[in-house]
């Protein structure tokens, strides 16, 4: 009885969600946006950088007069959330963020409405990233991308290391000056993943794990445990990039924006450079869909609409340091030239991916 109701519930909600979308699909965007006003609110469940992006709403809100509501709460809760609320007849959500390699986790045509087939202009908007295709459910709004900061004023721009010899040789003659993280960020791991694909030339496109393929990373393993008295583990993200600042160390794994956001802040030295080593380094970005159920859904595509144009992005890279996801938005004030964005590496899929971490730990930090 239970699993009838449940069932009926589902199909019910399917038909109330499908018959909104296409009530929008046969509107005119003046009349998708009449009806946002009067909707007069969205709720944007996004789980970082909560209250700088308050602010950066701001002109949405100004602009259309719709409130947007950003609650607090963990990328992990947003997602338990979404799936809890997958048969309700209306959820919670108007507006849901995540990371683009989510997008190979979910059902995305059962969870989420096509943005492709209700957004009035597509063109320019990323809706693939990393080898990831979105097919239309999201588009990306956030870009960012993991490379090396340093300190300029002891690397000299025509000396940066672009490939494994490159950092040994680094090391060598500037020991203790070069570090990275292994956890609490995944700016470290995203370093000497590549440094393990360029070395051992696994395969990192598959997400197949297996004890062969991760033995076959040895040569990578070895290179690391030969160089160790050379560089430093730092303890995160943030620990790595105050370093610099400091002083202390000369060179390390970054995130773009994450950097960024600091030098705007003033938490870190505004001298502090990056770049994108030519052997790659890992990069996406992250995604926004509405769901099916959602509560205000013209207010909804409205938002994403917003967040996803041109000139939002171009204000995205300004104030944080993103990417630009859109290929009319100007992106000067990156801190990489765009021509370095060509290497960009996805990241490896899981399971392979948490099993090359696990290997790591284990056969070089756990020796040191």
Same mark, same amino acid.
């Given at each position: 009885?239970?699993?009838?109701?449940?069932?009926?519930?589902?199909?019910?909600?399917?038909?109330?969600?499908?018959?909104?979308?296409?009530?929008?699909?046969?509107?005119?965007?003046?009349?998708?946006?009449?009806?946002?006003?009067?909707?007069?609110?969205?709720?944007?469940?996004?789980?970082?950088?909560?209250?700088?992006?308050?602010?950066?709403?701001?002109?949405?809100?100004?602009?259309?007069?719709?409130?947007?509501?950003?609650?607090?709460?963990?990328?992990?809760?947003?997602?338990?959330?979404?799936?809890?609320?997958?048969?309700?007849?209306?959820?919670?959500?108007?507006?849901?963020?995540?990371?683009?390699?989510?997008?190979?986790?979910?059902?995305?045509?059962?969870?989420?409405?096509?943005?492709?087939?209700?957004?009035?202009?597509?063109?320019?908007?990323?809706?693939?990233?990393?080898?990831?295709?979105?097919?239309?459910?999201?588009?990306?709004?956030?870009?960012?991308?993991?490379?090396?900061?340093?300190?300029?004023?002891?690397?000299?721009?025509?000396?940066?290391?672009?490939?494994?010899?490159?950092?040994?040789?680094?090391?060598?003659?500037?020991?203790?000056?070069?570090?990275?993280?292994?956890?609490?960020?995944?700016?470290?791991?995203?370093?000497?993943?590549? %440094?393990?694909?360029?070395?051992? !030339?696994?395969?990192?496109?598959?997400?197949?794990?297996? =004890?062969? /393929?991760? @033995? $076959? *990373?040895?040569?990578?393993?070895?290179?690391?445990?030969?160089?160790?008295?050379?560089?430093?583990?730092?303890?995160?993200?943030?620990?790595?990039?105050?370093?610099?600042?400091?002083?202390?160390?000369?060179?390390?794994?970054?995130?773009?924006?994450?950097?960024?956001?600091?030098?705007?802040?003033?938490?870190?030295?505004?001298?502090?450079?990056?770049?994108?080593?030519? %052997?790659?380094?890992?990069?996406? !970005?992250?995604?926004?869909?509405?769901?099916?159920?959602? =509560?205000? /859904?013209? @207010? $909804? *595509?409205?938002?994403?609409?917003?967040?996803?144009?041109?000139?939002?992005?171009?204000?995205?890279?300004?104030?944080?340091?993103?990417?630009?996801?859109?290929?009319?938005?100007?992106?000067?004030?990156?801190?990489?030239?765009?021509?370095?964005?060509?290497?960009?590496?996805?990241?490896?899929?899981?399971?392979?991916?948490?099993?090359?971490?696990?290997?790591?730990?284990?056969?070089?930090?756990?020796?040191?």
């Amino acid at each position: 009885m239970l699993k009838r109701l449940s069932a009926a519930a589902l199909a019910l909600a399917t038909a109330t969600s499908m018959a909104a979308a296409a009530d929008l699909k046969s509107m005119s965007w003046d009349d998708i946006v009449a009806q946002a006003k009067q909707e007069g609110e969205v709720t944007w469940f996004v789980w970082y950088l909560q209250d700088d992006l308050r602010n950066a709403v701001k002109p949405f809100e100004e602009k259309y007069g719709i409130k947007v509501t950003i609650p607090e709460g963990t990328l992990d809760g947003n997602i338990s959330k979404l799936l809890a609320e997958r048969e309700r007849d209306q959820g919670d959500i108007d507006v849901m963020a995540f990371g683009f390699n989510s997008v190979n986790d979910w059902d995305m045509p059962a969870m989420f409405e096509s943005l492709s087939e209700l957004v009035p202009n597509t063109d320019g908007r990323t809706g693939k990233l990393a080898g990831i295709d979105g097919n239309g459910y999201t588009f990306a709004y956030w870009g960012n991308q993991t490379g090396i900061a340093y300190d300029p004023g002891k690397v000299a721009e025509g000396e940066l290391p672009q490939t494994p010899d490159d950092f040994a040789a680094f090391w060598a003659a500037n020991p203790e000056k070069f570090g990275f993280n292994y956890e609490k960020g995944g700016s470290g791991p995203s370093y000497f993943e590549n %440094m393990l694909r360029v070395i051992s !030339g696994v395969d990192f496109t598959s997400g197949e794990s297996s =004890p062969e /393929k991760l @033995a $076959a *990373l040895q040569p990578g393993i070895d290179f690391f445990n030969q160089h160790a008295e050379n560089y430093l583990i730092t303890a995160s993200n943030s620990d790595s990039i105050t370093r610099v600042s400091d002083g202390e160390l000369w060179m390390v794994p970054a995130w773009e924006d994450h950097l960024a956001g600091l030098q705007k802040r003033g938490e870190v030295r505004s001298d502090i450079k990056f770049y994108i080593p030519s %052997m790659g380094m890992n990069g996406g !970005g992250n995604g926004v869909a509405i769901p099916k159920n959602a =509560p205000n /859904k013209a @207010a $909804a *595509l409205v938002f994403v609409d917003w967040l996803t144009s041109a000139d939002t992005q171009t204000a995205f890279n300004r104030d944080f340091g993103t990417a630009p996801m859109h290929d009319k938005a100007d992106d000067s004030f990156a801190l990489v030239p765009a021509s370095q964005r060509a290497y960009r590496m996805p990241w490896a899929p899981n399971p392979f991916e948490k099993d090359v971490k696990e290997y790591f730990i284990e056969n070089v930090i756990l020796e040191r």
